[in-house]
């Protein structure tokens, strides 16, 4: 590649070496590690060694199909490997062989077999060459196709059939999920999407101009976003539905150098001539650094504070080392096909992770050599889990894979059932059961225990509008609005609470207004995980709000399955919502 930075005007990340047959035999990267490859007489490629040291092989029949794989580290021994894996494959006659040893057997009529250490897969084919029917595990999965090969229909190991619509061009124009919802697509004669219309009816519609720039993104309530390029149709302007307005700058190469927020802060990136990013300087005028090494990988980030984080890479430019701004070591050792086998920090002894010959993670051992092992089926899902301390884990799957049964060897036992496009709709316990219900578009809509409902309702873009909680028979509901960002401006409870949110042309909230009290926020302010810290003055004191962590963050000496959380007497239960628990922090009028 030419460079203006390099003596000779050219920079070299591979070089390359060919036989005198044309076949490529050697790669050499820019530090001197070297891949290279062998191949038969046919020119098929029959050897494949990896600058880790790890040797794949291939072997072919008359037909010149390949009948057998593996890989191994002939020269030393593989450390992702854990002791006691199989030592023949699922056919009981060919003895194993490092790491995704597979063989596979062809007949005449589009059958054909392909066995691993696990288990042994069959497949049927057709005249596309395409697959009708599978085994995974002990389940079956099924396939329909139209005179052209395109897939029309799956159906799952349960039974569970997804069913696809298209046009003359083959392009999917609806699909139908076993419950019957459907999503719609429409296209512009180009074939660009124009329109995707949702089982609820809500729809996105795309506009575009004649070079096919995608423009405006609208659905029924008006614009999500639009956007302005420049000549060379890179995109110049992002305008959300707030007024607040992004503009972007780039350079010759076009390359981003530049980030104006709706706020007026300014971002620059800076590149070097093989475009990548060597300087970013925030709104503030801090400035972070990057270099790089000979094969384009990042060595250093260098901070705004001076301090310097370094990263050293293996051979195939896994990363196995990094020095942080306080000068504290990790080492990583890899194994396998890119597997992680060790990490070490300074001071520690190391954890090591080992797998089986299809790459699965089946043991943990940490620093004082205790074993987390996980056990699985011919399928590789975890059946069992054995933890450090002595206790253990059983898992039932369904044919598919989900699971259907959890089982503690504490004696704790929890049950999971599912409809046919695999949302949970019940939980069993042994004290009750928890119910799950679910919109047209798959959102949760309802959750139910034994003593307590929880009903959601949500708007056209999906924002929760909604909430109520019944509990012992009491009725409680929190309502709230949202701005057009989509971003919730105002929430009340039906116990009287109100809490109004004001947002800057950024979104990030400026005041909260928590009955009669104001509280006020900075940008300067705004912790490091993201989220706004607060602080009020009232008449007797001065008050601060700060983010409550994430429970899931938290370690917790004992482990179970996870439950829906029981209402409070209030019956103002904290809604787990994804990995946070949201609380409401209001004040009465």
Not at 107 to 112: C, I, Q, R, V
Not at 161 to 171: K, M, Q, V
Request: glycine share 10%.
């Amino acid at each position: 590649m030419r460079t203006a930075t390099s003596p000779s005007g050219w920079h070299a990340f591979f070089t390359y070496r060919y036989d005198e047959r044309g076949d490529l035999v050697e790669a050499t990267d820019a530090e001197g590690h070297v891949c290279r490859y062998a191949y038969d007489e046919e020119h098929r490629l029959v050897t494949h060694a990896y600058r880790s040291g790890l040797v794949v092989h291939y072997r072919y029949d008359r037909e010149g199909r390949c009948i057998e794989t593996w890989g191994e580290y002939p020269a030393q021994e593989d450390p992702s490997l854990a002791a006691g894996v199989p030592a023949f494959l699922a056919d009981g006659v060919t003895r194993a062989r490092g790491i995704f040893h597979c063989k596979l057997e062809f007949s005449g009529d589009g059958y054909s077999e392909v066995a691993d250490s696990l288990r042994v897969r069959r497949f049927f084919g057709n005249k596309h060459g395409k697959v009708d029917r599978s085994t995974w595990g002990a389940g079956v999965l099924s396939h329909e196709y139209d005179p052209l090969g395109n897939i029309l229909a799956f159906r799952d190991a349960m039974g569970a059939t997804t069913r696809f619509e298209r046009d003359a061009a083959g392009r999917i124009t609806a699909v139908v999920d076993p419950l019957g919802r459907r999503t719609q697509y429409a296209f512009d004669d180009r074939g660009a999407l124009t329109e995707l219309v949702r089982a609820d009816g809500s729809a996105l519609r795309y506009t575009r101009d004649d070079l096919g720039n995608l423009l405006a993104v609208e659905d029924r309530r008006g614009a999500i976003v639009m956007y302005d390029y420049d000549e060379r149709g890179l995109v110049s302007v992002a305008t959300l539905p707030n007024g607040g307005v992004t503009r972007f700058e780039h350079d010759a190469h076009g390359n981003r150098t530049a980030v104006i927020e709706p706020n007026g802060a300014r971002k620059t990136i800076s590149y070097d001539d093989l475009g990548r990013v060597v300087a970013y300087i925030d709104a503030l005028g801090a400035v972070t650094r990057y270099a790089y090494d000979a094969r384009g990988l990042l060595r250093t980030v260098s901070d705004p504070a001076g301090g310097v984080t370094t990263f050293e890479f293996d051979a195939e430019g896994r990363l196995a080392r990094i020095v942080d701004a306080a000068r504290r070591v990790g080492r990583l050792t890899w194994g396998g096909l890119n597997v992680l086998c060790e990490v070490q920090h300074d001071g520690a002894g190391p954890i090591r992770y080992r797998y089986d010959r299809e790459g699965h993670l089946i043991e943990v051992h940490n620093e004082r050599g205790q074993i987390h092992r996980f056990v699985r089926s011919l399928a590789g899902h975890v059946i069992r889990e054995e933890l450090m301390d002595g206790r253990s884990h059983d898992f039932q799957r369904d044919l598919f894979g989900r699971l259907t049964q959890w089982r503690s060897s504490t004696g704790e036992l929890v049950e999971y059932e599912y409809d046919a496009t695999g949302q949970l709709i019940k939980r069993i316990y042994d004290d009750g059961a928890e119910e799950f219900t679910y919109d047209e578009v798959g959102r949760l809509i309802g959750a139910r225990t034994p003593d307590t409902e929880c009903y959601l309702t949500y708007d056209e873009r999906g924002c929760l509008v909604k909430e109520e909680q019944i509990t012992l028979g009491v009725r409680h509901t929190i309502e709230a609005v949202y701005d057009s960002m989509g971003r919730r401006t105002r929430r009340v409870s039906s116990l009287g609470y109100v809490e109004h949110m004001h947002r800057d042309i950024m979104g990030k909230i400026a005041r909260i207004a928590l009955g009669r009290r104001l509280w006020t926020s900075t940008t300067t302010r705004w912790v490091a995980s993201g989220r706004p810290s607060f602080r009020a003055a009232g008449a007797f004191s001065t008050t601060s709000i700060r983010p409550v962590a994430s429970p899931s963050g938290a370690s917790s000496p004992r482990r179970r399955a996870p439950r829906l959380d029981r209402a409070s007497r209030s019956g103002l239960a904290p809604l787990r919502t994804g990995s946070f628990q949201t609380r409401s922090i209001v004040t009465p009028l």
